[in-house]
């Protein structure tokens, strides 16, 4: 027991205190703006805000642990957290209920999980595992990593989860390319995905899914239907203007107008209650974050380490870049929650595990510097 201890507090003080405090800062901030959020849609801003707080409080202890547990042990154990992954995504598609058409969520009594969520992980870690003992410099690798990928995305798919789908796909792109994958072959994989759009959206694309790229070209061909939910935000973000309107009174939310506001759309209760000014300060926080993810992995030099750390930066960075874009509608609408702002456990905890491996990476690294390695 003494040893533990001595070794936690040896990690704790070579931690990086910038990661930790820009993490800590915006899911602060996100626990906020769901109590206002949902103090608006039905009454229970302090319930959500304390589920969300409880949730916040054990992803750090196991970001803590994971950081001590470290990063080797895990992509030791990659393969098999990946058939793991694969074994609960299977499950979901097979056993979990259907809520608002889709099949997301499993459930052990009161307690609920998103599989897809944790499965980022699982791929980030197998996928630096294969890449760096395989380099994708050839076709043979590359379509076994290819082959990867196809599993999960498969899986989320039928669900049907386009928006875990794309970030896999993201994610797994952003690691080829860290990997050193030859560009005419990642260039084949974008040419490829393009002339497949007609076919997805055609014969893949459900109903709804067709409807949320029909209205991010024109909000206004279904203002009370699939549009609304984009028209609304858009209205939410441009009524917060330069100071905001300020804590808890926001209309939009407050009188209803905006759908799933402590989820999907938390940006746009942020914008209208902080305005443009608090805009500035969130994406500083998260260019910072994402800054500092990627200086931990270009000074890492374990070559499995820069793949990893590559896909943990790729996942944040796409994520924040969706939720905001759908949010003023410069993206289609994909309900990807907003890194540490949108309510949910699944999405905090699995975020905060991948800080913690970062953090394992550059604990590693600062204390060969200091031991002179």
Not at 131 to 153: C, E, M, N, Q, W
Not at 318 to 343: A, D, K, R, W
Request: net charge positive; with cysteine.
């Amino acid at each position: 027991m003494d040893f533990f201890w001595t070794s936690l507090r040896k990690d704790l003080s070579l931690a990086d205190r910038i990661l930790f405090f820009c993490a800590l800062m915006l899911s602060l901030w996100g626990v906020f703006c769901i109590y206002s959020a949902a103090s608006g849609t039905a009454g229970r801003g302090f319930d959500f805000a304390f589920r969300q707080t409880a949730w916040l409080v054990f992803s750090f202890f196991m970001m803590i642990l994971v950081m001590f547990i470290g990063h080797r042990k895990l992509l030791d154990n990659a393969y098999a957290l990946f058939g793991l992954a694969l074994l609960l995504l299977l499950l979901t598609d097979l056993l979990a209920p259907k809520v608002n058409g889709a099949q997301s969520w499993l459930g052990f009594g009161s307690v609920r999980f998103q599989p897809s969520e944790f499965a980022k992980v699982s791929i980030i870690l197998v996928l630096s595992k294969f890449l760096s003992r395989y380099p994708p410099l050839d076709l043979k690798t590359f379509f076994a990593a290819l082959g990867i990928i196809f599993l999960p995305v498969l899986l989320v798919l039928l669900q049907p989860d386009a928006g875990s789908a794309l970030v896999y796909l993201v994610i797994s792109f952003i690691m080829l390319f860290a990997a050193g994958t030859p560009l005419k072959y990642l260039g084949t994989i974008i040419g490829l995905a393009l002339s497949a759009i007609p076919f997805l959206i055609i014969f893949v694309l459900k109903e709804y899914q067709k409807n949320r790229l029909l209205v991010f070209l024109d909000p206004m061909r279904d203002p009370l239907g699939a549009g609304y939910n984009v028209i609304q935000s858009k209205i939410a973000v441009g009524s917060g203007e330069i100071t905001g309107k300020g804590f808890m009174l926001g209309t939009q939310s407050k009188l209803k107008f905006l759908p799933e506001p402590h989820t999907d759309f938390i940006f746009s209760v942020f914008s209208e209650e902080f305005g443009f000014i608090g805009n500035m300060i969130l994406i500083f926080l998260f260019t910072v974050l994402l800054f500092r993810i990627i200086f931990i992995g270009i000074s890492s030099k374990d070559r499995r380490c820069k793949i990893l750390v590559s896909g943990v930066a790729a996942w944040l960075w796409f994520q924040m870049l969706e939720s905001i874009g759908m949010s003023i509608g410069l993206l289609p609408v994909t309900g990807l929650p907003l890194p540490f702002l949108s309510y949910g456990g699944s999405s905090l905890l699995s975020i905060f595990i991948s800080l913690g491996i970062v953090a394992s990476v550059y604990i590693e690294e600062e204390a060969g510097s200091h031991s002179g390695i």
